[in-house]
Each structure stands twice: as C-alpha cells, then as structure tokens.
C-alpha cells in the first residue's frame, strides 16, 4: 500500500456529501473495484436494499469498472450511487469519508483495496476467503461475515451502524 496516498486524514466531509449527494443523516458504504457480481457488488446492492426496507438512512457508493451498474441500481433503488473510475486521490478520500467499506467478493487472491481501507481508517465488512485474508483479527482490524446471506450481511451492518464506538 502506498502510505503516501492510503492514510487517514482529515477531509471536507461537507463538501463531498454535497458532492455525491449525501445528506448528513445518511450512513455511507463504499466499495472499490469492478462492479460486477463476481466481486460481490450485485450482493451489495441486495443488501443495500435490504438496510433501506429496514428504515435506515444509507447510501452506497460503487467506484471501479462498470460492468454491472445498472443492475446494481435496479435491484438496490434509491441511495445507490455509481461513480465508475476515479484517481487514488479519490478513492481516499472516500475511504475516509464512509461509515465503513464493504466488500463481499467471495473468492481473492490478496485484495489490495481491503489494505488501502484499513490503512485509510475505514472499517472493512468482508467475506472470510475474499477480503478475510487481509484481516488479521475478526473484530479488530475488520469485520469478516461468515455467512453469505444478505440478509445476515444487512443484519450485521445496521449493527456496525448502531454501535457509535465502532465507527469512530
């Protein structure tokens, strides 16, 4: 990880949810990488629907190839946001901006983007042989859900959302 450009730091929050169109009541999740199903990003918009059906506030930001945005848009609705590529200097800054960075890919050799997260601050929600394998201890340095079920994904997200001590 380049910790010139991966690392927390302070940025104009305001500034970007006016950007994204976020408003400050809503929690936000990022994720990084193709959007594709193959990557988890078609799991994530189920469970991105299922916290909003829940009543909760949330918007959920998807930045990489856009191989499969607009799917995850109609099985998601409202608060999705499909940002494609952008710049590194982008891609921290809404590390660094979300509630927490959730990655459901269920199969990687070494997820870079799980690194670039934790090394920004962001709280990483992963799956155990996906972005588990940059997570060295469950509950510590990140969150691995064992279950893959969006229903059990959503479940422990609010969870996370609730629990001001773990997002800070």
Avoid: M
């Avoid at 629907?49 to 959920?60: F, L, Q």
């Amino acid at each position: 990880v380049d910790n010139k450009i991966f690392k927390k730091k302070k940025i104009n929050k305001n500034k970007l949810r006016k950007k994204y169109k976020i408003n400050k009541d809503e929690k936000i999740i990022f994720f990084c990488g193709r959007i594709h199903e193959l990557k988890g990003a078609v799991f994530l918009s189920k469970i991105h629907k299922i916290i909003k059906e829940s009543g909760h506030e949330v918007v959920s930001i998807f930045a990489g190839e856009n191989l499969q945005g607009e799917k995850c848009i109609k099985i998601g609705g409202t608060g999705i946001r499909i940002i494609d590529y952008i710049d590194e200097k982008g891609v921290c800054e809404l590390y660094n901006l979300c509630d927490l960075f959730v990655f459901p890919s269920k199969f990687e050799i070494g997820p870079q983007v799980v690194l670039e997260a934790k090394s920004c601050g962001a709280i990483a929600v992963v799956s155990p042989n996906g972005g588990g394998k940059r997570i060295y201890e469950n509950g510590v340095d990140g969150i691995i859900i064992n279950e893959y079920d969006p229903n059990e994904w959503a479940s422990q997200i609010i969870k996370l959302f609730n629990n001001k001590n773990k997002l800070d």
